[in-house]
């Protein structure tokens, strides 16, 4: 009963429990730093009344958002002067909370793949997620099973367990 309060605390839908990243949510020197965790529950939450397809699609926003909670450091160039600096993280974020709709959202998984370093990819889903769609056709054709499939994938192909603190720390001069 504890290891299931446990892994409720974060709130991630119980439909995301296979994903690798929530392995990874509340380890340490992830690039998030000390930043809190989203709130998955408001996150993912629809309507009474909400479609299975609206259901799916708050649940992508879930996975999205955890996907980028557990990144190592390392994996993205969080400094001041990289391109996932904090601001902008934090503007990915927001925009990750209000899309309303999987073009919206498509954006931001396409911006978070750009950003994670391909050496934080495993080479064999690196393979098979350049069989995806390119990126403007993923947005031209961007659905909910579109969406689900390429953040599942994103997910599969991180390795959340390896983290170089060296690799975008700012050089001293000497």
């Not at 009474?48 to 879930?62: D, L, P, S, V, Y």
């Not at 600096?85 to 498509?106: C, H, I, K, Y």
Request: glycine share 6%.
């Amino acid at each position: 009963m504890l290891d299931d309060f446990a892994s409720s605390r974060d709130g991630l839908p119980s439909a995301l429990d296979h994903m690798r990243a929530k392995a990874f949510l509340r380890a340490r020197d992830r690039a998030r730093g000390s930043l809190p965790l989203p709130d998955f529950a408001v996150v993912s939450q629809t309507g009474t009344f909400a479609t299975a397809e609206e259901k799916i699609f708050g649940t992508m926003k879930a996975a999205l958002l955890a996907i980028e909670a557990a990144l190592p450091i390392g994996s993205v160039h969080h400094t001041e002067k990289g391109a996932w600096r904090p601001d902008f993280a934090e503007q990915w974020r927001l925009m990750v909370q209000q899309s309303t709709g999987p073009w919206n959202l498509m954006r931001c998984v396409i911006l978070l793949e750009d950003t994670i370093s391909e050496d934080w990819i495993i080479p064999e889903i690196g393979h098979l997620r350049s069989c995806l769609p390119s990126r403007w056709k993923a947005l031209d054709e961007a659905s909910t099973s579109s969406l689900a499939i390429r953040i599942i994938l994103l997910d599969r192909g991180i390795l959340y367990d390896h983290v170089d603190k060296k690799r975008y720390k700012s050089k001293s001069k000497k």
